[in-house]
């Protein structure tokens, strides 16, 4: 056999090493779940500023309502953690009643179309 072992059988000369430290101990489940409610409320909250943003960036006007709107929203999620109270118009972990979401979908399709239109009138 090309190969020896050594007779005593392998050894490791240095513990395992990891990148970040294991922690002490796991998160409670009521923990997991007003973590789970912050990852939605920032991902609400970045989804309302990505719509404004583009908005903006594409020349789209949006109404007054929509302006309003968005900042209505963000400044509810920021504050309450949703933005609806009756939970029958929407999901109970959400941030967003149904029709919320709706409105948001339709001011980011606006903004997008001014996107494409910006695209076509460049390659003409």
Do not use: C, H
């Not at 972990?93 to 979401?101: A, D, I, M, P």
């Amino acid at each position: 056999m090309a190969f020896k072992t050594p007779s005593k059988g392998m050894t490791r000369t240095k513990g395992l090493q990891t990148r970040k430290p294991l922690q002490a101990k796991p998160l409670s489940p009521a923990d997991q779940i007003k973590a789970q409610k912050n990852k939605i409320q920032a991902a609400t909250i970045r989804a309302l500023e990505k719509a404004r943003r583009t908005a903006a960036e594409q020349g789209v006007d949006l109404s007054d309502w929509e302006t309003e709107f968005l900042n209505g929203v963000t400044e509810r999620v920021k504050t309450y953690g949703r933005a609806f109270a009756d939970p029958d118009k929407g999901a109970m972990n959400g941030t967003l009643s149904l029709r919320q979401g709706v409105k948001l979908r339709e001011i980011r399709k606006k903004a997008q179309k001014g996107q494409q239109t910006e695209e076509e009138e460049e390659n003409e």
